[in-house]
């Protein structure tokens, strides 16, 4: 009777032990099924849908022939209370796209592994916002569950026409898309100034490879 009793346990045990074995195998594949999609139906319903919303009801006025009535003070627009409070203790220099959810540190350094590590790299050799020339930033396409509002993993539906917004020293600059490619990795062209003011953001391509570069450009809006 006791050793009844006992293999009566043992096979419940066992079939406890298999089933969740077949629990966790299932939710890993579920996982790995869901990855791929899940970026794209954030951004179709969710960053997109946002965006849209506040695109109709904020309309941005580009008639004016200065740039500098869209260099605005932070602090004195309530513009400011609508940025997303990430990680805003690394830096208060910010990158923002709204359109695909994008607000990042950016980081001037010469190390380029520390400033991907904090959110967008600002290279020193170019640029910055406000100066004229050309302000180049990268940033990691994928790093944390995609689409993450640190990475460029969606930068693939920048558009020309779009905005982009800069936060540099307190002051925000907006510029216009005016240019999306696919280079070479090894094309150091994005880096050369401009006699405009402009940015110049690039990541890996495709995702998951750093074989070519996708490069963004936007002219300050005037």
Known sequence: MHKLFNSLKDNKVRKTLAFMLGFFTFLIFAYLIV????????????????????????????SSSTPEEYVIEIGT?????HLQQTDYSVSDDRLIIKKIGVNTAMVKTENPDYGLSLGAWLDPRTSTPGHGGNTVISGHRFKYLPPSN????????????????????????IYQVFNTKIVEASDLSILEQDKDDIITLYTCHPIYSQEKRLVVQAKLIK
């Open 77 to 81: 627009t309530s513009d400011t209370h």
């Open 35 to 62: 990855l791929p999609i899940y970026p794209i139906i954030k951004y179709e319903f969710f960053i997109k849908k946002d965006y849209q919303t506040n695109k109709n009801t904020n309309t941005l006025t580009t």
């Open 150 to 173: 640190l990475t460029f993993y969606l930068l693939d539906k920048i558009n020309n026409d779009d905005t982009i917004e800069i936060i540099w020293k307190k002051k925000k600059y």
